[in-house]
């Protein structure tokens, strides 16, 4: 998917070029995706939670009456149900399955890589990480280990991408700045 | 009119040969004249990615699996997606292949096919018909130019040679000979002379170079990889007769190969260490200063489709003694070659009679330069192929570029043209024989059928078409300004 | 493009070899004849189409190269091949007048620059040092059944071993009486050879007699009529000497291959001189073998009788030897292999006489030694096969027996064979027609027993052996016709050297 980039002046010294290959939020419906999304989202870790919290109710740790009332949600009716459900499960099996959906909670769904220009200083890459638990990468080289600047060709896959690259001193390999996007100069 | 050619073939610099240097100077030349050329050829250790060259040269080096001296594995169809990238992002018209031997350039012509592009193909070398390898061989390059739109040799003998192993309509090989670059070669006394002197003219005001006199040295030069097709072993007997029967000769051989210990063992058998100087290999722009160290070149190979060291053997001011076999008859003029049969004896003479001629000063060897310098350029060179590009894409109608015969007896109203259409270019694979036809035909649809699927997974629409390299103005537009400006 | 499949077939069919003189693998242009295409003058290269217009002689170089060539070696390129008679009318037409009055004559030259299009194509020279099946030689059909009669000879020798082996096995045969016939048969060609030999050489000293103050003119017809000799002693020789075991034989068979290679050798470099201790002196000594007989046959030289007595005694030297060594061996060769399962033992005997019938040397020594896989093979493959096999006889007696049966039928019954074919046809046809009777007989015998059914099986097996060979004879001359070598000049030339320096 070809990234969107785009450009803002944050002061009159700088430049932020963003690329990132989110789908566009500027229609209502699009909007109104995005919020069933996060909703979604969070339903599904509630449901995570709970689901384990049942499993492992038998632990010291829910047997005392310390923080809620645990044998009376349990001996709830609802809560009876959910006891009997979830222990027809491997414990193991709900391990791996609840990891795998509280990374997907959490996993971002794109990818956003930015370029800050600061006159007479330098730059600053910054790649968003994966998930939303993590902050972005970000690395600021100066500009007086800016070596060059290229746009060049190279493989990937299957095609021919332009990308651009810093070249910095001292260091054996050329810094690619929009490494997962392609931004098609 | 200006096109976009993309020159294909497994043999590119960095490793080092006739066939690498002929796409390169072809390239440039091209460039020269306006057109856009990249190369795309596999990775070499080292060099992988897109590179520039000299002019604006634009090398792709794909990643790929390199079998044997530096050939790719033949997967007929893995290296069609990145193909068809390049050639969408580079806008390609024309796809040039070189090399029988490999695999990149048959893909590459069966790919620019099935895309709709034109091709050509250059065969650099010849095959016999009798072993179980050059069978193979033939059928392979039988796939390749059975839908190639025209193919390009270096010689007439070539010609004949490919025509043969691919069946191939002799209108549609053309002839162009590879060229030297003569600046590279010349000889040690030379200074270049201006333009508005004719070549040899009566008076000419240069004086005559030193003569060689009946007792003075006579150096023979060889310059050639020391395997068994390239005559190592004529060379290695006839040596110690040669040396016997003309005193105050000396050899100087360069290059290495299996064959080399033979060479020593003859050497050191018939006490001959002084009398003969092996270098080993040598770089090739070293060639011209091993060279010109001589005054005999002697090429004994026993196979050559065009032999271009003979060229620039001339060029240096060598007088050439050389086998009489494939190509090499039809190269240089009959004062500048000694031809000998491939035989001890023969070789033996003919070397004789050239030193004999050269002792008794009948040879102008200090001409030989200019004069292959008129016979032989690149610029020549792409011009002719040019030519070839503007007939296959239809600047030049077929009646004038395959040119009418009336008398020669065969039609001229064949399938020179080839069509695009799927059915045509299966029917021109099917006729490759009783089980390849078919299996030929199989690799065509699924050719097809991959690039339909790629059409739709990686649309055009999402490729991103290259920038080229700024352009000078051609030359002859450039020519034109001056003498409008001097105007 | 490619050439229709109906045009196959009327290329006609092999040339005999009359290919045109001029392409000798090498020679591309008779100098002496035709004016040279090169011989131009250095300006043609710049101003070819006004200055080469005149030279009359180079546009007949064409025609002339054309007649000398002959039509059979030019081939019109695909496609034409139907039009091929009125093509060349056209050309003889046309060639003289049309093309010259148009441009210059097209040379096939290079460095010319010519004011033809370069896919430009000559109809005249274009392919014209093409050649196909210059080197084929059409078979007759009698000479190729005669021809097969050595291999139906092996296999009807390999088909009474294996019948003997079933008929021991199955007890309807005693071994020793096998044994015996063979031994006996064995030393009937024993004498038959001696006496072969003997006649020989007494031809031989006879002619070196009268031949040695000859010039050197003849000396190459002599020497090649002395070649058989000289072979015939290396053959006595390994008869002599058999103890080595069987390897010794080969490497000798090998070396028998060797010699009319370097005969011609001797022809350049010795004039007159026939004493073949000489050659032997100038052999670069294939192997030690050689050496070793030729210097036994120095010694021998002078008293030719007493080192034929010499001979005999050490044949039945060792003749005796290898009895007794095979004698005391054959306990040890019947219990090698007997922990091996029947099924393999008969497999593994299959393929290894398979292997011996297809690697066997069926040349007749003489000539260049065509066969690829060196005679060892196929002796040592039938040696092993009857050593596996003389596992599954009951009694050491019956190993011994099957062991000696099978060095006589694999190890020297060839060699008998050979020196028949070379001495008598008549022989060698009686002989043929023996085996085959006696093999048909056998198998006969063996499938069904009894003396009748041999009779029906030799009878059957003669008319399916005559039938095999003549179809099979028939089979491959009508192959002859999809024979098609081409050859020209693109092909890597055979460099011509005479190794004075070796």
Redesign the interface.
């Known amino acids: 998917m ?1 990234g969107r980039l785009r450009v803002q002046r944050p002061s009159p010294t700088t430049v932020s070029f963003t690329v990132s290959n989110a789908s566009p939020r500027s229609s209502s419906p699009a909007k109104i995706l995005f919020g069933i999304q996060i909703l979604l989202r969070a339903v599904l870790f509630c449901c995570v939670i709970v689901g384990l919290t049942a499993r492992l109710r038998h632990l010291v740790l829910f047997q005392g009456e310390n923080l809620a009332q645990w044998q009376a949600i349990w001996s709830s009716p609802f809560g009876a149900h959910l006891c009997s459900l979830v222990d027809k499960y491997n414990s193991w099996a709900m391990a791996v399955v609840s990891v795998l959906v509280i990374y997907g909670v959490f996993k971002r769904g794109y990818t956003e890589e930015s370029l800050l220009v600061i006159r007479g200083f330098g730059i600053q890459t910054s790649t968003s990480s994966s998930t939303y638990l993590s902050s972005a990468a970000t690395r600021f080289i100066s500009t007086t280990q800016i070596q060059d600047i290229v746009i ?4 990937k896959g ?5 990308y651009l690259a810093v070249i910095v001193e001292g260091e054996p390999d050329v810094l690619v700045v929009f490494p997962a996007n392609d931004t ?2 | 009119m200006p096109y976009n050619i993309a020159m294909v073939s497994d043999f590119f610099f960095p490793q080092s040969g006739g066939i690498e240097s002929h796409i390169y100077q072809l390239s440039s030349k091209l460039i020269d004249r306006g057109h856009k050329v990249i190369i795309i050829t596999h990775a070499y250790k080292g060099r992988t990615g897109v590179r520039y060259l000299t002019n604006g040269l634009k090398i792709y080096h794909v990643p790929f699996f390199v079998i044997y001296r530096e050939t790719t594995f033949p997967t007929v169809f893995s290296f069609f997606p990145i193909f068809r990238n390049i050639v969408i992002r580079e806008q390609i018209d024309i796809v040039h292949g070189h090399a029988s031997l490999s695999s990149f350039c048959g893909e590459a012509i069966l790919h620019a096919r099935t895309m709709g592009l034109r091709t050509v193909f250059t065969d650099h070398s010849l095959f016999g018909f009798a072993d179980a390898a050059s069978i193979l061989t033939n059928k392979l390059l039988k796939f390749t130019l059975s839908d190639v739109d025209h193919a390009i040799c270096v010689s007439h003998t070539c010609k004949e040679n490919t025509v043969l192993r691919a069946s191939l309509d002799p209108l549609m090989v053309s002839v162009i000979p590879n060229a030297v670059v003569a600046e590279n070669f010349c000889p040690l006394s030379y200074y270049p002379r201006t333009h508005d002197q004719i070549p040899i003219s009566p008076a000419d005001p240069r004086p005559s170079p030193t003569p060689i006199g009946p007792n003075d040295t006579i150096t023979i030069v060889v310059i050639s990889r020391l395997f068994y097709n390239k005559g190592t072993d004529l060379l290695i007997a006839a040596i110690p007769r040669i040396l016997a029967s003309n005193p105050n000769t000396r050899f100087i051989i360069a290059g290495s190969g299996p064959k080399a210990i033979d060479l020593e063992q003859m050497l050191e058998r018939n006490v001959l260490q002084d009398k003969v100087e092996m270098l080993g290999s040598v770089r090739h722009e070293e060639v011209r200063d091993v060279m010109v160290r001589g005054h005999i070149y002697l090429h004994p190979s026993l196979t050559e489709a065009f032999g271009t060291v003979i060229v620039e053997a001339a060029s240096c001011g060598l007088y050439v003694v050389c086998t009489r076999v494939g190509g090499i008859p039809e190269v240089l003029p009959q004062h500048m070659t000694t031809f000998a049969k491939p035989e001890e004896d023969d070789l033996v003479v003919a070397t004789s009679k050239a030193i004999a001629a050269l002792r008794s000063n009948k040879v102008r060897t200090d001409r030989f330069h200019d004069q292959v310098k008129m016979m032989y350029s690149w610029r020549d060179v792409a011009e002719r192929t040019e030519r070839v590009y503007q007939g296959i894409i239809g600047d030049i109608s077929p009646s004038e570029f395959y040119g009418s015969y009336p008398d020669q007896g065969w039609d001229v109203s064949g399938d020179r043209v080839r069509s695009f259409a799927l059915i045509d270019r299966l029917k021109r694979y099917y006729g490759c024989g009783v089980w390849a036809g078919k299996l030929f035909c199989l690799c065509v649809v699924i050719d097809f059928l991959i690039f339909v699927f790629l059409e739709m997974w990686f649309p055009r629409a999402n490729i991103d078409i290259a920038r080229s390299w700024p352009k000078k103005q051609p030359l002859d537009k450039l020519r034109t300004h001056s003498i409008r400006n001097s105007k | 493009m490619t050439p229709p499949p109906s045009s196959l077939s009327q290329i006609p069919p092999p040339i005999p070899v009359d290919t045109h003189p001029n392409r000798s693998p090498n020679s591309r242009t008779p100098d002496e004849r035709v004016p040279d295409p090169d011989r131009l003058a250095p300006e043609d290269a710049y101003f070819a189409p006004s200055l080469s217009r005149g030279r009359s002689a180079l546009t007949n170089y064409d025609d002339t190269l054309r007649s000398l060539n002959g039509d059979a070696s030019l081939h019109p390129p695909r496609g034409v091949l139907g039009a091929d008679p009125n093509r060349k009318d056209v050309r003889k037409l046309g060639a003289g007048a049309g093309r010259r009055r148009r441009k210059g004559a097209w040379k096939k030259l290079l460095w010319v620059k010519q004011s033809y299009p370069d896919n430009y194509t000559d109809t005249e020279t274009f392919l014209d040092h093409l050649q196909r099946n210059p080197r084929v030689r059409p078979y007759d059909f009698w000479p190729l059944v005669s021809d097969s009669t050595v291999i139906v000879q092996h296999v009807c020798s390999v088909v009474i071993f294996v019948c003997c082996f079933v008929d021991i096995v199955q007890d309807r045969v005693s071994p020793v009486s096998v044994v015996c016939w063979g031994s006996v048969g064995t030393a009937v060609g024993w004498i038959l050879w001696d006496n072969w030999i003997w006649k020989e050489q007494t031809e031989l000293s006879n002619a070196n007699g009268n031949i040695g103050g000859d010039d050197g003119s003849s000396s190459s017809s002599v020497t090649s009529g002395v070649n058989p000799p000289a072979n015939d002693t290396q053959g006595n020789g390994i008869k002599g000497s058999p103890i080595h075991g069987l390897g010794l034989t080969m490497a000798a068979n090998s070396s028998k291959e060797h010699l009319p290679h370097q005969s011609p050798d001797h022809n350049n470099s010795v004039s007159g001189v026939i004493d073949p201790t000489a050659r032997a002196g100038l052999n670069p000594a294939p192997s030690s073998a050689v050496a070793g007989d030729m210097d036994v046959q120095d010694i021998d030289r002078p008293s030719l009788f007493s080192s034929r007595n010499r001979q005999r005694l050490s044949t039945v030297k060792s003749a005796f030897l290898i009895y007794f060594s095979l004698l005391g061996l054959s306990p040890i060769l019947k219990s090698l292999t007997k922990s091996t399962a029947s099924d393999s033992i008969w497999a593994m005997s299959c393929w290894l006489i398979i292997m011996n019938i297809f690697s066997f040397d069926y040349g007749s020594g003489e000539g260049a030694g065509a066969t690829k896989f060196p005679a060892s093979l196929s002796t040592n493959a039938a040696v092993m096969a009857s050593t596996v096999l003389a596992s599954r006889l009951p009694s050491t007696t019956h190993v011994f027996s099957l062991m000696l049966f099978s060095m006589e039928v694999f190890g020297l019954f060839p060699i008998f064979r050979r020196q028949l074919r070379q001495k008598s046809w008549t022989g060698h046809v009686c002989l043929t027609l023996a085996l085959v009777v006696i093999a048909g007989g056998a198998v006969g015998m063996t499938m069904s027993g009894g003396w009748a059914s041999a009779i029906i099986g030799s009878f059957l097996g003669g008319i399916l052996t005559a039938l095999a060979m003549g179809g099979c004879s028939w089979w491959l001359i009508s192959l002859q016709k999809y024979k098609n070598v081409v050859i020209g000049p693109w092909d890597p030339a055979r460099p011509i050297i005479r190794r004075h320096w070796n």
């Open positions: 070809p060049h060709e190279a493989f299957f095609e021919v991408r332009f098609g100069f």
